[in-house]
DNA sequence: GCCGCTTGTTGGCAGCTTGTCAACAGGGTG
DNA sequence: CACCCTGTTGACAAGCTGCCAACAAGCGGC
């Protein structure tokens, strides 16, 4: 930190919360390997070393910051309209697609499905168990039904893949999305 | 390098695959980030330098790597037996699970999915592209119909996230895999 | 058999990155 | 106003990557 900004002293939490979204901000265009710890605290108009004071390690604040960005905010999961399972699927869907465009950016910026590192598999790995359970209970299924689970997993694989070929190449429109997933969906609650 | 090994004078072909093997052995083990070129170096036997040399940087040295492992061997594509399309599917099915299970640790150990690295990226974008083609010709349909190719590359993000399901955290066997993706496969490529 | 050249191979250097630590300073308390 | 707690910082040490000049293995000319 050289110049035009005083030393601020603020509250640890706001602190924390001014790092974590200037995190987002960069992780949302460049990927993890390519932002410096230098990068990131000149973005927070920070000294470096404030970074490893509060979150340690590049790592963990990435881990922090990846959190932060796969918790799908609470929103209504239990008012889907429409009676026949078939509705409330493809509302299902249509709130997520929902919830996807408007975070594009971030949303892509964190890649699609795991990485192969131990640590941040973990972090997206307990994202989807939580969506697991809001479709589940959404759609008056039964959350403990572990096969059931794996298999919505999966289907959160397509998910992604889905969206990427919707948001980044273009290569689906929404309605064929929509379409895709919900027959998809249909098909895995079935059995 | 240091001792015990006089120093050899290679066929450049040798040596470059000699090296590719040795990244590919590494990266079945740890991420990306947490191999150094010197353990690159040390497991292939020869200088860090040498890396460089031969494949310019540490990335292009893993790209090569990850190029390598996603090259689905050639084999055979054409004579899925069965004449109904259902059993040519679950026959294709089949010829990937087995696959995977074979090549399983360096399968997983690329993670599943995008990572949001451009690069890399690409070259899991190139693997897949063949594995379209692959899949479309084999079960007879249009491989120039581009939303088609779209639902087959979603569905891949099935396959990966249902391989992983089965490989790793064990909570579907086998052929409960090969029945979902069957299904889902079945399902993608009517409309 | 000796010499020299091509080129595969190496050790070491320079720049950059991350984590740590002691020191600095804001702002509330007596 | 002096003091102290603690948020904040600059500087340092270790590690990693890419580059370059130098070394030497093996082949061809004489």
Redesign the interface.
Known sequence: MNELAARRRLDPDARRTEILDAALRLYAVR???EVSTTDLAREAGVARALLNHYFGTKRALYLEALRELLTIPEQAAADLAGQRREDRVAAAVDWFLDTVSERRTLW???????????EV?AVVEDADETAVDRVLTALDRDPCD??L???V??????????S??WLV?G??DRP?VR??LT??LV??LE?
Not at 108 to 118: E, K, T, W
Not at 154 to 159: C, D, E, K, L, S
């Open positions: 990927p993890y390997a892509l910026s964190v890649g699609i499905g795991l990485s192969g590192d131990a598999d572990e096969p689970r794996a298999r997993r999966a289907f959160f694989g397509m998910v992604r893949a889905a990427r070929e190449r290569a689906l064929a379409k895709l027959t998809a098909t895995i059995d």
